[in-house]
């Protein structure tokens, strides 16, 4: 099944609650949180504080992205204030695979991102623990930057990997996705839509329904 995830680094904070309650009404499936320590990626989001207020907003799945160095030191933390998925990256994490099998412990959704430099051989153990592989297709960091072109080969050679296995696991791309290029990226085979800009910006409810529309 496709699903789309807004991230909220793109939403107006100031009316956070209000524009999470907009993206759950027009149908979005998930929630994408960015949180980013200033370490991993040169900025700083937020944390769990503001998961934690935005939680009783929606009862959409909450996924979360953990941009920061050694994720596992805080993974019981996001399971507590509210997370269903959550993504550590193969950069930041020095066991990986003890990671996995903590947020896996927790019973929530365990997903893997990475990089657009990263080769997809990190994944060649740990895929079947896997719920979903999060490719980014921008240098992670910030919102509102453009798609990496050759990102669409990386998609593409993923899904074949998960299909020769005879896996369901779930493929998320994030990063510079817009109405304009959201087709070719679902073609290529990714089945999670991460999008900030492109539904923040504008009329949030008829963003996300021109978003769903395509991704039907
Ligand atoms: C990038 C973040 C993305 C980003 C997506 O570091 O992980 O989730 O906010 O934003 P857009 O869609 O604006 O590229
Ligand atoms: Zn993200």
Redesign the pocket.
């Known amino acids: 099944m496709n699903c789309l995830s807004p991230?909220i680094?793109?939403a107006d904070f100031s009316r956070l609650g209000e524009q999470v309650a907009r993206i759950d009404e027009a149908g979005a499936q998930y929630v994408?949180i960015?949180v980013?320590d200033g370490m991993f990626?040169p900025?700083i989001s937020f944390g769990m504080p503001l998961i934690r207020s935005i939680r009783p907003c929606t009862e959409r799945i909450f996924d979360v992205?953990l941009?920061i160095e050694e994720p596992s030191r805080y993974i019981k933390e996001f399971v507590d204030c509210g997370a269903d998925i959550i993504t550590v990256h193969a950069e930041s994490c020095t066991h990986l695979d003890r990671t996995i099998e903590e947020i896996r412990g927790l019973g929530v959704l365990a997903s893997v991102a990475l990089n657009p430099a990263t080769d997809l051989g990190v994944l060649e153990y740990v895929l079947p623990k896997l719920d979903m592989v999060l490719i980014?297709?921008?240098?992670?960091?910030?919102?509102?930057?453009k798609?990496i072109p050759y990102s669409l080969d990386k998609i593409r050679a993923l899904r074949r990997m998960i299909e020769k296995r005879g896996l369901k696991t779930d493929i998320e791309v994030?990063?510079?996705?817009?109405l304009s290029n959201v087709r070719e990226i679902l073609d290529a085979g990714a089945n999670v839509i991460?999008?900030?800009?492109?539904?923040f910006r504008g009329d949030i409810g008829q963003n996300v329904r021109d978003f769903l529309q395509i991704m039907k």
């Open positions: 991230s680094l793109a994408h960015d980013m990626v900025s992205h941009m980014m297709t921008v240098n992670p960091g910030f919102g509102g930057q798609f994030d990063g510079g996705i817009t991460v999008s900030g800009s492109a539904v």
